[in-house]
């Protein structure tokens, strides 16, 4: 397996935006104090976010690794609200890191992360999700937006 390969995670393209925003802090960074802790705050709520669907994978006893086979449609906790609560929350992770820094470029990244979330993993695992379980996903796809 390629390092590529062995890369192509949302952990790994979060800590890359992330490392991008940092440098971007090195070049500009105005916002004071009360921007450092709403960022914290979003950065805490995201990963709180994040936890909770971790759980509902847990619980339903599914993988919850990219690129893997699904066992089970996970349609419990944050899943009832967003198709993919925890894309939404690595990109609030970066929204409150960039906003921690200091620095409003940080959050130009949270269109091209959105991107690479959207074309490298959530359409096709949508085409998996559709192949291997079937009605229960379309009708569940039916009922819950993709997003928010």
Do not use: Q
């Amino acid at each position: 397996m390629s390092l590529r390969a062995r890369l192509d995670y949302p952990p790994a393209w979060l800590l890359a935006f992330m490392a991008g925003a940092w440098a971007l802090a090195g070049v500009w960074a105005p916002l004071g104090p009360p921007w450092a802790w709403i960022g914290a705050a979003l950065a805490a709520v995201s990963v709180a976010v994040a936890v909770w669907a971790m759980l509902a994978f847990r619980r339903a006893g599914t993988t919850i690794v990219p690129h893997r086979e699904p066992s089970a449609l996970v349609a419990t906790g944050p899943y009832r609200y967003s198709r993919n609560p925890i894309y939404l929350a690595d990109l609030g992770l970066l929204a409150g890191w960039s906003l921690w820094l200091g620095t409003p470029l940080g959050l130009v990244l949270l269109w091209p992360f959105w991107t690479v979330l959207d074309r490298r993993f959530v359409r096709p695992e949508e085409s998996v999700l559709a192949r291997d379980l079937g009605k229960p996903y379309l009708d569940w796809k039916a009922r819950v937006r993709r997003w928010v």
